[in-house]
């Protein structure tokens, strides 16, 4: 097909919005959102398959024409000034294929599955808009051209996750999470920005494709400060986005809106925008020395920091969270070990498998009326076996199961590139954040099958939901109070409608493994290799291959993770189905840290006394000198004028005498004035 | 031929005209019934009205006549206006003294 | 005299239609005395207008390179070379048409707002959009600052007679606080002027915006310094600049609506619109010299004005104090003294204007129905009346800068500008002027959560439900929705239009930057300037 056909792929979404908008405003046609949605999804998608073989591998090599020729279908022009030119256009090669069917593909699943999990919702066509409005946005940020149409995309999704965290308006958690999510992207997005501008001001060219052929060719105009600095701004944006220390406080709060929300926006797809970013403008990176080994770090901490925390909560969507963040940790690393096919492949992967753990998440909330508290639900695989086995599945993959789940193969991948550029260049940063990622798999494993098994496993007991999504006024029919109408007697089984998308994701989170393993790393890979992350790594191959133990080091490596994984599983196994109170006796011997870890380290607590609260009182005493001092000087100005007044006022007696007398001696004056002169 | 008149020069007349207007100056700044006031202000235009129809005389032009007879017309009309706002006041007050018309002070 | 035979005639039509049909209503005929009919007079009145800016848009052949359109003037005092002088380019074209846009939604929007002398109100209104107009397309300086001056006495009747209860104080400040400035500005115009009519400069007295700018570029620098304070004292106040603002947020909150949507949409902008027509073509290199410090205090502003907006209590003045954060971007824009700069400020005027009157629209029509913009007593307005939420956060998303709505294309512009004009302005500002978006989208989302989301509470009245939005303000905030939309993902055709006027107008500042460092050549976008071999 050909590749302007590409450029409807966000239009669709778009136009699937504005339906879904017109469906919000009349009751009968609210029913009609879901269709319209998952149509115009899979018309998405399904054009990204279509236009996928037509899609050509690049090459910076390329001169500029034929590179825009070959990549790039532009719709329309959006903002000329001067020499800067960004246009509507859209930008394709393998990466975007990739980027694309995850982002289209998820987003048609997720679709299907939230006809079913959302009906009877008040703002359910609301919804639905909110879904569409996101694919478009993140079907152009992935998409982009250039750096600005990027930024809209980037900005874009941010809205989107903005107006769905706070689907449930009328819950003040719901607000506030969706405000903190938006203001804290923003921070990231000025970093970005004030990126865009530099790389503006040095490049001269806002395009992408462009940028990364000036970067790839290594001849950047303007100093080396620039060079050093672009990735770090442009850093700060996808910290933001993807949720990285320091910026990662919104995601967990994020939860707050409805789970196939979380599962779409905050697990598969936007969240990974910043480590897509990265591995788009990898050539841009690499040119700063000291980018790539921070973003390595920060990942590998994050990845680290966030799975310490997922130890010790028992909300089980801020478990998969924190996980989430921690996976996203990961992916930086691989991007960040300069193993783009790493870090790409355990998004691709973790898109799978990590929305598949947020609707069986969703599924137990669904069935248990919004009840999210591990402690409050056990051995549900009775009441729920289809429900048990799709989590599983996703649970394996997740903490990386030897062999048949897909996150074994990316996160393998990762760890090796990490340890293998450590040990080939001699650099113990590498090294030590294989480890950590070493650390971090055993405590994923761990937190993920303590929550299936505190779930599925063990006696049958549960607690309804009790919370009031919505507010006291008994206005509200939000998710979980209409749920309880239906549902007050015991969990069942979801309807097909919603598992059937869940069997494709399961599907996916065995087998979309296989697309990144083989010579290369198989197709994934070679995505990678033909797009704009590709680096010519030097050296590469002329060194005879490491070993580690007296194996291959990707074997290895492979080895050490399963055990690694098979002992957190069995771990979890012990402590959180075979043996329940010895988790808590474990816990009591150490009550100051799992106090710790079970408050998130205080972090968000920290923010608002630095931050938040100093801002605020700045702003207090602003508005105070607003008044007092900057009113006043301009009243004190006001006084000269009135003190004039005041001092003629005196002559004013009032006596008519006064006046004549007055008269008479100016008359004088003037009179004697020209004497004088006369004289 | 030396008849007094004949002696009289400009200056005389002048002078003349300025007496008449310096006290009808003072007596309007000094005095504080209203009539006087009103009365003061009729010689400072007397002493005005000489000194033109001295000039008139000195340049033989009649400008200067003309004008005084025009100020002369006005006092007349003046006069009769200014009595009738004295009266007016007086009604209101029953004084005849300035100082109880003070309140325009600033 | 007008030759009736071609466009030009439409210019002044723009005034005049405003201007003579909003002197109509004092004639004692018609309208039977009903309200009404008067309401649907003034709305007519400004859609003609509209419709004739209109024709006027689509007569206007973008970048011919003329330096303005549809001249054509009336001699007023030959002996001082005084005119009546009317013409357009593409920065007042734009600006005129965001007048004429704005003008029927704030006659629309004070249907029910305004029931007691309502004759008077739509005579002042009319009047006001004459001025405004006259001020955009005056090519003569004298006529131009007639029309600038004019703009205070409607708007002090509307403020003082319309407004609520610190109205006559509000009308009282706002009057002497922006007189007093522009009073300087008037005596740095006659110094041109004079300067101009000097022998060894034109020779003879002019008043043409033209050629008093050329003449003018003449001044040496510290006369410069001094023409440039004098255009600012006016300028500034008018705009605001901090720390000159403090008018402004009274203004605003005692204003009546309409009030404050011609404050917001086009009255500040007649302040940097004096800014880029005059200040920055007629005394270059002062500008170049002191662009610094003007982007100190407009950075400042950015960021001290968006922290008092955070902690206000009133919609109204939250959106008054917004204003003032967002010209700061305007101004730093302007002073980055490049195209992008230059443009995105010309942008972020449309823009602003767009949006924020919107708000303030919006802000009125909650006034109308709970008598308090008190954001405390008031909550969940979402759940209440959907439909002006979904415009409120429109409008907010709007104002805060989001891509692919109006705002975005604006700032983005201006701080692109002023990150790239490393030798009047720089990183630094940028990135601190930067912080501002970060601020905005705090204040914003703050009023947005309180007002819109949360739990459901209605000031007062719970008995009786409130109505949502009627037609008729539907149709009010509709076409600006629309336009905000439009601006946003299809700005290209306005900015391709200013690309060349504002060359023109930068060039004198230009080619100060380039003597003054001929060696930053090199890694500055040079190409954005090179248009000026153009002219």
Known sequence: ???????????????????????????????????????????????????????????????????????????????????????????????????????????????????????????????????????????????????????????????????????????????????????????????????????????????????????????????????????????????????????????????????????????????????????????????????????????????????????????????????????????????????????????????????????????????????????????????????????????????????????????????????????????????????????????????????????????????????????????????????????????????????????????????????????????????????????????????????????????????????????????????????????????????????????????????????????????????????????????????????????????????????????????????LLVIIKVL | MDTPLDTLTLSHFLLTGAVLFVLGVIGFVTRRNLIIMFLCTEMMFQGVVVSLAAFSRLHLHVTGQTFVIFVLTIAAAEAALALGLVVLLFRRKRTLDAEAWSQMSG | MFDFTDASLLVPMMVFIPLLGGLALLLPVGFAGRDSSVRHYALLNTLVTFAVSLIVLGLFIFGDGAASRFSSSVTWVAAFGLSFGFGIDAVSLWLVMLTTFLMPMVVLGSFSGITKRVREFYLWLLVLEAAMIGTFVATDIIFFYICFEFTLVPLFFLIGIYGSSQRLKAARVFFFYTFTGSMLTFAGVLYVAWYASQPQELGRWTFDIGELTRAAQQMPYATQAWVLLALLAGFAVKVPLFPVHTWLPLAHTEAPTAGSVVLAGVLLKLGTYGLLRFALPMCPEAVVAFAPYIGVVAVTGILYTALVCWVQKDIKKLIAYSSVSHLGFCVLGMFALNVQGVSGSVMYMINHGLSTGALFLCVGMIYERFHTREMRQMSGLGRVIPVWSFFMVFFCLASVGLPGLNGFVGEFLTLLGAFNAPQVLGWPYAATAGLGLVLGAIYILYMVGKVVFGPVKVPGQESHPVKDLSRREIATLAPLAVACLALGLYPNPVLKSLDEPIARLIEPARLVISATNPNTIAGVNLDNTAQRTGN
Not at chain 1, 402 to 426: M, N, R, V
Not at chain 1, 430 to 441: E, I, N, P, R, W
């Open chain 1, 1 to 671: 097909m050909d590749l302007e056909w590409a450029k409807l792929i966000p239009w669709i979404a778009a136009l699937g919005a504005v339906l879904c908008g017109i469906c919000c405003m009349n009751r009968r046609l609210r029913k009609l959102a879901a269709p319209v949605c998952i149509g115009s999804l899979g018309l998405s998608f399904l054009l990204s398959v279509l236009v996928a073989p037509g899609v050509h591998r690049f090459d910076p090599q390329m001169p500029a024409d034929k590179l825009a020729k070959a990549h790039v279908v532009k719709a329309f022009e959006w903002i000329h000034v001067g020499g800067l030119k960004a246009d509507f256009a859209y930008f394709l090669d393998p990466l975007t294929v990739l980027m694309l069917f995850v982002v289209t593909g998820v987003g048609t699943l997720v679709a299907i599955y939230a006809a079913g999990y959302m009906k009877g919702d008040r703002g359910y066509a609301r919804f639905f808009a909110g879904i569409c409005l996101f694919i478009f946005t993140m079907t152009t940020l992935v998409m982009a051209d250039n750096l600005l149409l990027l930024y809209l995309g980037w900005e874009g999704v941010g809205l989107c996750s903005y107006l769905l965290i706070g689907y449930y308006y009328d819950k003040p958690s719901a607000v506030a999470a969706a405000k903190k999510a938006f203001i804290v992207n923003r921070v990231g997005d000025l970093g970005f920005a004030i990126g865009i501008f530099w790389i503006y001001f040095s490049y001269n060219t806002v395009s992408i494709s462009e940028v990364v052929r000036i970067a790839a060719a290594g001849d950047v105009p303007g100093t080396d400060s620039a060079k050093t600095w672009i990735p770090f701004l442009l850093m700060l944006g996808a910290f933001g986005k993807s949720a990285q220390l320091p910026l990662y406080v919104w995601l967990p709060d994020a939860m707050e809106g409805p789970t196939p929300v979380s599962a779409l926006i905050h697990a598969a797809t936007m969240v990974t925008a910043g480590v897509y970013m990265i591995a788009r403008l990898l050539p841009v990176f690499v040119l700063s020395p000291y980018a790539l080994p921070t973003v390595a770090t920060i990942g590998g901490v994050t990845a680290l920091f966030a799975a310490t925390i997922a130890l010790c909560q028992y909300d089980i969507k801020r478990i998969y969270a924190y996980s989430t963040i921690s996976q996203l940790g990961y992916m930086f690393l691989g991007v960040g070990a300069l193993s783009a096919v790493g870090g790409v492949f355990h998004l691709f992967t973790h898109a799978f498998f990590k929305a598949l753990l947020f609707l069986t998440a969703g599924s137990v909330m669904h069935a248990l009326a919004g009840q999210v508290d591990l402690r409050k639900m056990s051995g549900l695989r009775h009441k729920m076996p289809i429900t048990a086995i799709l989590m599983l599945i996703g649970c394996l993959a997740l903490s990386g199961f030897p062999f048949i789940t897909a996150g074994f193969y990316s996160k393998d991948l990762i760890l090796a590139s990490a340890l293998e550029k450590g040990l080939s260049e001699h650099n113990p940063l590498y090294t030590v954040l294989a480890v950590v990622g070493l650390l971090t798999a055993l405590l994923t494993a761990f937190y993920t099958f303590r929550l299936w098994f505190r779930v599925f496993t063990g006696p049958v007991e549960y607690e309804m939901g009790d919370q009031h999504h919505g507010d006291e006024h008994g206005h509200g029919h939000t998710e979980t109070g209409k749920i309880r109408v239906v549902h007050h007697h015991e969990p069942h089984e979801m309807p097909w409608l919603m598992n059937a998308p869940l069997v494709v994701l399961a599907l996916g989170a065995i087998f979309a493994g296989f697309f990144g393993v083989g010579e290369y790393h198989g197709w994934v890979g070679g995505s990678l290799d033909g797009s704009t992350a590709h680096i010519a790594a030097p050296g590469h191959g002329d060194t005879a291959p490491l070993t580690l133990l007296g194996m291959n080091l990707h074997t290895a490596m492979m080895v050490i993770s399963s055990v690694i994984a098979i002992v957190g599983i069995t771990a979890a196994a012990y402590y959180h189905w075979l043996n329940r109170a010895a988790a808590e006796q474990f816990a009591e011997r150490f009550p100051r840290l799992v106090r710790l870890l079970a408050d998130k380290y205080y972090v968000d607590e920290l923010y608002h006394a630095v931050i938040v609260k100093p801002l605020r009182v700045i702003g207090e005493l602003c508005y105070v000198f607003d008044r007092l001092v900057i009113d006043g000087l301009v009243s004190a100005v006001t006084l000269v004028p009135k003190g004039l007044g005041w001092a003629a006022k005196c002559a004013q007696t009032g006596a008519l005498q006064g006046y004549g007398l007055g008269m008479a001696i100016g008359a004088t004056v003037v009179v």
